[in-house]
């Protein structure tokens, strides 16, 4: 693999949309693209949350453009109604990083929809917000967008004879094939972009093993006790720290997909590290055999528009 340097350039005017932006890599995202000059929508669930991470950016960064709006990626209807909104304000989007996720919630939860949360969340509502803000990112110069996936796409299968897992619930399983979705669906629009000249570069990027509140929050879903998931994080992150990396190296490889001048589309981006586990840097990373399988990131794209409703322009 060939280590790539990031360089992030001057990116006043530019207009970036990151969901999941108030904590965690999506928060070191939004601090670094506002740093280089981009306004950045912080498109999340919770506005006060959001208010305060807009305070802890702009203790860095004072100048930071930086607007809140509301997104649920477990609802359909707010997905549609931040399409929605942003497509009447009319300002074309450089720059779409899909960053929010849950991640193996103990037991099967599902979306506001009837998916199962994870690949409700973690895909299906990424594909139908990339869909709704397709014609603002094709009105843009060069637009990319950049989708969030994982070390757990390595083991990730889609499901196709029960992707909401209906029958036997994995919190493991589940999060391996949202996150191999993930993945696909941004090699998959690539393609699609490339052959109907839409203009877009679409890339995947995962930040390795980082330690962020996802691997928390995610395996407790509310729990008042961590869960044993949660505590083997725990656990790692205190006595096996050299496997992990800060949310400042972790974000490296997205930052590198969503705004480096030599990325490229239907390109995977990961740390440089033994594994893509850690240690900061970013490389072209391995695409699981099951991802670059065209006919079933085509299959998958039917089943995503199939059960969300949202179809993608032919032309």
Not at 97 to 119: C, H, K, Y
Request: charged fraction near 20%; hydrophobic fraction near 40%; charge should be neutral.
């Amino acid at each position: 693999m060939t280590d790539l340097a990031l360089a992030i350039p001057d990116l006043s005017g530019r207009l970036a949309v990151v969901t999941g932006s108030n904590s965690g890599l999506g928060l070191g995202v939004t601090k670094r693209l506002s740093a280089a000059g981009a306004d950045v929508v912080m498109a999340i669930r919770n506005r006060t949350k959001g208010e305060t991470a807009i305070a802890e950016i702009r203790a860095q960064v004072p100048d930071a453009k930086l607007t809140i709006k509301n997104l649920d990626l477990s609802s359909l209807a707010s997905v549609a109604a931040l399409g929605e909104e942003l497509t009447s304000e009319g300002r074309p989007i450089d720059m779409l990083v899909n960053n929010a996720g849950v991640m193996q919630p103990p037991q099967r939860d599902i979306t506001s929809d009837g998916f199962e949360l994870q690949f409700g969340s973690n895909h299906l509502g990424h594909f139908a917000l990339t869909a709704h803000l397709l014609p603002l990112l094709r009105a843009a110069e060069n637009p990319r967008v950049v989708s969030l996936s994982s070390l757990a796409a390595r083991f990730g299968r889609i499901n196709f004879d029960d992707p909401n897992f209906e029958r036997t619930y994995s919190a493991n399983l589940s999060y391996g094939q949202s996150k191999i979705a993930t993945l696909m669906f941004a090699l998959e629009l690539d393609r699609l972009s490339r052959r109907l000249g839409w203009g877009l570069m679409s890339n995947a990027a995962h930040p390795g093993l980082c330690k962020t509140n996802l691997q928390i929050s995610g395996p407790s879903h509310g729990r008042e006790k961590p869960t044993a998931m949660a505590r083997f994080y725990q656990f790692s992150w205190r006595y096996m720290p050299f496997m992990w990396q800060e949310v400042d190296d972790g974000i490296v490889p997205v930052l590198y997909a969503a705004a480096d001048p030599k990325a490229h589309g239907s390109e995977f981006y990961g740390p440089r590290g033994f594994q893509e586990l850690a240690g900061g840097g970013v490389v072209e990373a391995k695409i699981p055999d099951r991802a670059a399988n065209s006919e079933d990131c085509r299959r998958l794209w039917q089943l995503s528009e199939q059960l969300t409703g949202v179809s993608y322009p032919t032309n």
